[in-house]
């Protein structure tokens, strides 16, 4: 079936640090890909995404490129601020299908 | 544009009781879609409603039922609670323009704890 795995946290890196959060998917068709953020006691904000095979989902200083051939869709930031610090989801869902399929989610604290 | 709501933000039941949960979906949406997140986990797909049908459904039991009602919020309903139970659930909205780049829209949840 369709699974996410991530990397597995949690991390924790200074202000200012480099940023890469691994996630590798399995499908059984074609995905469109997701990254969400949840910070404490909030639901699901979508970070940014991707539909097709080498396009780059950026937002907020965040990016993510479609891999098929590496079925990868890592998470990066240049320059990692305190308020960065949340939990991250790696999602993906198939064409036409209903369910969005999350990893375990990578907890991320950025300290001052 | 008002953005996904959910009620109760907290509740607690015991075991063996019944829960009823609520959705109101943004504004032009007419897809819900719900999702249980245990502690630690990524979300969990329950069922999605479109047009006051289940649209689908994830590996939950029965006594998860729900209802999309025609001014498109809905609800969850759990019967027979256990412990297990005990999430964060959550509710997405969608609609066709959004399903197009499957995108879907969360609310802030519910906290359900089952003692």
């Known amino acids: 079936g369709d699974s996410v795995t991530q990397m597995e946290g949690p991390v924790t890196l200074s202000e200012e640090a480099f940023l890469t959060i691994n996630c590798t998917y399995t499908?059984?068709?074609?995905?469109?890909l997701f990254w969400y953020v949840q910070y404490p006691g909030e639901g699901l904000q979508l970070l940014l995404k991707?539909?097709?095979?080498?396009d780059k989902g950026s937002n907020k200083g965040f990016e993510a490129t479609y891999r098929k051939e590496t079925t990868s869709f890592h998470l990066e930031k240049g320059s990692v601020q305190v308020s960065d610090s949340a939990v991250y989801f790696c999602a993906l869902i198939i064409q036409g299908a209903q369910k969005l399929v999350f990893g375990q989610g990578t907890r991320l604290t950025i300290n001052p | 544009e008002t953005g996904v709501t959910q009620s109760p933000t907290h509740l607690i039941k015991t075991r063996g009781q019944q829960v009823t949960l609520r959705c109101s979906s943004q504004s032009g949406h007419n897809t819900v879609s719900w999702y249980q997140q245990a502690l630690g986990q990524g979300p969990q797909f329950i069922f999605q409603y479109y047009r006051e049908e289940e649209n689908g459904r994830g590996n939950f039991p029965p006594r998860f039922s729900g209802l999309q009602f025609p001014n498109y919020s809905s609800e969850l309903n759990v019967n027979a609670l256990e412990l297990d139970d005990s999430a964060l659930y959550l509710c997405a909205s969608s609609s066709v323009r959004t399903s197009r780049n499957n995108e879907q829209f969360f609310g802030p949840g519910t906290r359900l704890t089952v003692l």
């Open positions: 499908a059984t068709g074609y995905p469109s």
């Open positions: 991707a539909t097709k095979a080498d």
